[in-house]
């Protein structure tokens, strides 16, 4: 604190230089008043006010401190309880996401396993379609051909009917012409002519032909399947050079009378 200075002291308390008395020195000097007691308790007024400013300082630094380790504690707490949230959300995440991902995984697979069933399922019935578009033209082929068959057949049938016919017509003018004929060589040659039970062969059977049993039958079986005729069986044998002759010349002239005759010529021959 500054001293204050108080003029009105010192002009009134100042003593004369020269005094009859011849004061001392130190009893000339004014009489100044500092103050020290008023600055006492002013300076023990502020230390007070200062020392209750530092302690309050002090308090709410305190305090200050004290609620920031608190909201540090608190910030933790909070960092260690978001953490943990955060770990759990992101566990569980990762959780739903795995399961998500093992489900993503089995459809996948299962659709792989469907698209290779279907691929499989097409190459089949592409297989089948194609085995029964081959078999189809197989037997169209077969049918177009079959068609081709039938109508040469049912030509060379109509063409044999026809043959038939012109031959039938044939036989039954020849027969018609031949019937007085045969029926002379049949009374003439003591024949009769029957099956021999099987296609294409005649039975020509004699009688008379033995002058010692005139009941006595001779016979032959003619066989007609080809062109040129030939001699099967015969009861009784005749010598097989004389038929073989017999038989070339019917071939050759084609006279059915004249071997007939000459057959039983060979009959009545052999019974002598």
């Not at 909070?78 to 959300?89: A, E, T, V």
């Not at 017509?169 to 029957?194: G, T, V």
């Not at 004699?206 to 099967?232: I, K, N, P």
């Amino acid at each position: 604190m500054a001293t204050m200075f108080e003029p009105s002291l010192s002009t009134t308390t100042r003593a004369p230089l020269f005094s009859a008395s011849a004061l001392s020195m130190a009893d000339s000097l004014p009489n100044i008043n500092f103050g020290f007691e008023e600055l006492r308790e002013r300076m023990a007024r502020f230390t007070h006010r200062f020392d209750d400013f530092i302690a309050e300082g002090r308090k709410r630094v305190l305090e200050e401190r004290n609620q920031f380790r608190m909201n540090v504690a608190e910030l933790h707490g909070k960092y260690h309880n978001i953490r943990s949230n955060i770990r759990w959300h992101l566990t569980e995440d990762q959780r739903m996401k795995r399961h998500s991902i093992e489900i993503l995984s089995h459809k996948s697979s299962v659709h792989v396993q469907n698209l290779a069933k279907e691929a499989a399922e097409t190459s089949e019935m592409h297989a089948a379609i194609a085995s029964i578009t081959s078999q189809r033209d197989a037997r169209s082929a077969q049918r177009d051909r079959l068609r081709s068959e039938i109508t040469s057949v049912q030509k060379t049938i109509s063409q044999r009917l026809e043959a038939q016919r012109q031959h039938a017509a044939y036989l039954d003018a020849q027969a018609r012409h031949n019937e007085p004929e045969l029926e002379f060589w049949q009374d003439y040659l003591c024949l009769r002519i029957e099956g021999a039970g099987m296609i294409d062969r005649l039975k020509f059977v004699f009688t008379h032909v033995d002058e010692r049993d005139w009941d006595r039958e001779a016979w032959f079986e003619l066989c007609t399947e080809s062109r040129d005729y030939e001699v099967m069986e015969m009861r009784p044998k005749v010598d097989k050079e004389k038929i073989g002759a017999c038989v070339e010349r019917l071939n050759e002239n084609r006279n059915l009378g004249i071997f007939l005759k000459g057959m039983r010529e060979l009959f009545v021959e052999g019974m002598k």
